[in-house]
């Protein structure tokens, strides 16, 4: 009698062996998501229950509108800072080291930015619940806080998408240092950000005042001269032909 014998497919045992990393990853994922959102819920019980007295309260005159306490918006403005800086951190240890410790952080960059982003659209969502838009914009510290938080959310969500999409050749030649110099500007926006966020609460850091230093007086309103407008612009549409080109002669 002839008896079959089945000669395993490399293909088949790969693509086996990477659904159950990925199986295994989406499990991870899921664990690090309910955690963060245990600690997110048991945050907001705590804001809930330091509101009333001894948190701040805020009077609204005139037309009655809908208005959060700042609390919220302060305590769940630590999730993204913490967890975008966590994935700076990583991106730092991944660029200067190639040990085994490195590269095992490499696989938890794009969750944990993903994570803040998700975190940021919470606290952008609960800054706007503050004070009515109208309010706010006629501060120009207020209008600075909410042009950088625009500008450090939309760059973090990139950054996510793009983290994820290319995971596997963030630090693959000179990919690394394009690396390194993407999440350092994001480590500096969202620095500026939290920074103007507290000079909002009236404590200013070393941070607010190094950025007078450097010639931006955060407490008046931000100019940018129209030809800046057009090298933003042009840049724009230059990396935009540039990855076209480049897809088109990857193709
Ligand atoms: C990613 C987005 C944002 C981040 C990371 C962020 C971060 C912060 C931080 C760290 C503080 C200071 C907390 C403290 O001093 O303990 C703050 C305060 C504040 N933020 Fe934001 N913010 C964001 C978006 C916004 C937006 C979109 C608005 C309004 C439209 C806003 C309005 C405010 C206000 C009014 C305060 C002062 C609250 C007070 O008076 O106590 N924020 N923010």
Known sequence: MTQLTETPNPSTHARKEDHMKRSELMRRGRRI???TAALMLA?????LAHSAG????????????FSLSPVYHILVAHFPVGLWMTAYLFILIRTFSDAEIAVRLQKAIWPVAALGTL?????YSLGLTIYPLSAITESPLGRNHIMLATWTLSYWTVMSILGYRFRRHLFVGAQRWVTFTLATIGAMVITITGTLGGSLTGTPSLVTKSLGWIGWNVYMTFYLPN?????????AVLLVVIG????????
Do not use: C, I, K, Y
Request: proline fraction near 2%; charge should be neutral.
């Open 33 to 35: 998501g309910l955690v």
């Open 43 to 47: 945050g907001t019980g705590a804001a």
């Open 54 to 65: 001894g948190g701040v309260d805020v009077a609204v005159e005139g037309e009655p509108a």
């Open 119 to 123: 975190a940021g659209f919470v606290t």
């Open 227 to 235: 030809w800046m407008l057009v090298v933003f612009f042009s840049g």
């Open 244 to 251: 076209v080109v480049g897809r088109r002669r990857h193709a």
